[in-house]
């Protein structure tokens, strides 16, 4: 007989809880072994007592790491104690599996070496895109390109805004609140318009893309909650959607890695990713570009690539543990290419011309756009073929660099 | 030392050694073994004068055999000899990795079972979708769902052909020839533009997706070289674009396939696949809504998939053979749900306003298009949420089914 024991039954916890039920029979047919889930862990068991598994939920760890378990899953989330329960857990020999990108992200490199050391798995396929099968296929699938770039949206909630933003002209504040009504958002979306779920999701794609340690909280992250109805205005004028990327790639071994807004054309695969779906484009070498598409979030996607990743513990048994490799990234904060920027300038109206004329001083290529549609107290530039490095040190130089917002043209 | 065979110095067979020699240091320093490749059987030696692995370039496929050889890739292509040279192989029990669709859509149930019973693998990865991981997330990633449906662009040619019909208003004959003059498409484009390409890669989705035993050769398959710029016209004005569409979907273990061209909304994933690329969206119980896009065919993209598979045998020497179920699937001819559909009947002039009063008689939505632009000896319909059953009965009832051109609108 197999055990399972779950960490956490909220959405993820109890969804994974319900595949397993589902395919008991199927799972005793391809093992030849049995599996039942021996205990639920939860903060306060009284919370629990309308469950059906309330048999089976407990509120003591101790009672987790007493059990004969073969398979501890954690759903909880955080931190902490997920960190803890996690390294106790392998250290006793239990396979682990886990949706929890926050601990992937800062734990990985300790935690997957520590799986190694004791022989058993650590996998988390569910902790990037969701139910997408993406990190498995980049390890097994790709293992003959070297991985140059990858452009991906990454939360479904912060999509789901932009999407509203920009299909049914609602403003930031109102798109939130909706999200929240329909549950996309949680009551705190801090973590997701901030952009900091994407950037511990972009974190672990590109330890195992680029194959060095890097560090979400050292990437340039700006949010989505300074957008306005001027940019999304804009990026329509220009055939293009304003969509909120996780970029990173590799030049010469230097690596770049980014979460922003950024507008991208209506046509491409990224703008045609809309409300709570997510995607992630890879660039390979051999390959070419590859996207995989789906839903990031929500209780049976993300249990199924959890399910996924306990099958592969019982079956896959000799399947190499993937490790983050310890040797530092190094990395860029500001973007490698040359690009298109949108540009705007908070300015007092005496020094409105000023100001376009610095513009059209330091940067080659500039379009100052005149619509009356537009705020009267900015200038609003799109500035053509400039590094972001150059960009920025340009503007620094005659103006208030607080005044300014940029956005990225991909 | 692992030893690699393989089977074809074309496109495919050229591009596999490339990745194995580009990547032979890290092979090595993951393996702790080095690799090479042994021999290349081609069918005659002298036209491989120039290659620069001339020297291990053989035309007797008993060299082949009788080398110490653990993989041999086959990158041959067609029925035979490659059928015969993979089941020497087997039960020689050398692993076998092959690129070869037409082989594992016709052999692929007793080819399977003869590498399991040989202890041997036998990988296919690059057979459906070429560089796009499908096979394996397929099988190790949705384990955890029940597939419902599968809708995919699967050959790059012909959705080339399509593309330049629709955004450049070339004819299916400039459209083809164009695609020969690229490279695109072969000198016999017969497989590709008749569907039989695509229905042997839905058929081996298909198999995996519903473990079933299906046979391509029972599917509905209509080729796209009867659409005209009117199919094109037509579909451009309902907001859609035609696509050559693989399609299969279970329903109370009832399986429907085929492949046709349909009219996608030009806002969907598939609308929005261009030129060579591919592109299969699954739909699972659990995770929803997947798709994944990339390159389907050409050297190193194919090579890519090869190559990984070449890995996963190296690597993953445990992971479950998949092996196709022997019992058949209860196929449905027609499309099993309601369906919009464009109806084009060549009538003579007397006789269009009888159809055209026989149509409203049979069918409960018809909308007669009038358009000067259309074909003055046709009659050009739209009929609205009609099973496909019904509409080719009715029709049948009250004119020459040979006349009627029927096109889903997806």
């Known amino acids: 007989m197999i055990s399972i024991a779950i960490l956490g039954n909220g959405v993820v916890g109890s969804g ?49 790491l007493k059990e004969d378990v073969d398979i501890v899953v954690e759903c909880m989330g955080g931190l902490n104690p997920a960190y803890e329960y996690i390294k106790m857990s392998l250290k006793q020999k239990k396979h682990v599996v886990t949706a929890n990108k926050d601990l992937i992200a800062k734990h990985g490199l300790e935690l997957l070496s520590l799986a190694k050391e004791n022989n058993v798995k650590l996998y988390f396929e569910a902790s990037v895109g969701g139910g997408i099968p993406i990190l498995r296929p980049l390890k097994n699938c790709l293992i003959g390109n070297n991985v140059t770039s990858i452009k991906a949206i990454l939360n479904g909630t912060t999509n789901f805004i932009l999407t509203k933003m920009s299909k049914e002209n609602l403003s930031f504040d109102k798109a939130l609140k909706l999200a929240q009504e329909l549950g996309f958002a949680e009551a705190d979306p801090t973590s997701d318009i901030k952009g900091y779920d994407s950037a511990r999701k972009l974190n672990i794609l590109s330890n195992i893309a680029y194959n060095r340690n890097l560090d979400w909280e050292t990437f340039k992250v700006e949010g989505i909650d300074k957008l306005d109805e001027f940019d999304i205005l804009k990026s329509n004028r220009l055939g293009g959607t304003v969509k909120f990327i996780g970029i990173s790639n590799i030049i010469n071994d230097k690596i770049h890695a980014s979460v922003r807004p950024v507008i991208v054309s209506k046509d491409s695969i990224l703008g045609k990713v809309e409300n709570e779906f997510n995607s992630i484009v890879i660039e390979g070498d051999s390959v070419g570009e590859l996207a995989f598409y789906g839903k990031g979030a929500g209780k049976l996607p993300t249990a199924s690539a959890v399910y996924a990743d306990i099958m592969n513990v019982l079956i896959n048994k000799k399947e190499d543990q993937l490790l983050f490799n310890k040797e530092p990234a190094n990395l860029q904060k500001s973007f490698t290419d040359k690009k298109d920027w949108i540009v705007r300038i908070k300015v007092d109206n005496k020094d409105r011309h000023k100001i376009i004329s610095k513009l059209s001083e330091k940067f080659n290529k500039v379009y100052i756009d005149t619509d009356d549609l537009l705020p009267k107290d900015e200038v609003f530039a799109t500035i053509y073929s400039v590094y972001e490095k150059d960009l920025e040190e340009n503007l620094r130089i005659f103006t208030d660099i607080n005044n300014v917002k940029t956005l990225m043209i991909l």
């Open 16 to 64: 994974v809880a319900e595949l397993i039920e589902k395919n008991i029979n199927s799972i005793k047919n391809k093992l030849n072994k049995g599996i039942k889930i021996s205990k639920i862990l939860v903060k306060n068991k009284d919370k629990h007592r309308n469950s059906n598994n309330y048999r089976i939920i407990t509120d003591k760890p101790e009672d987790i």
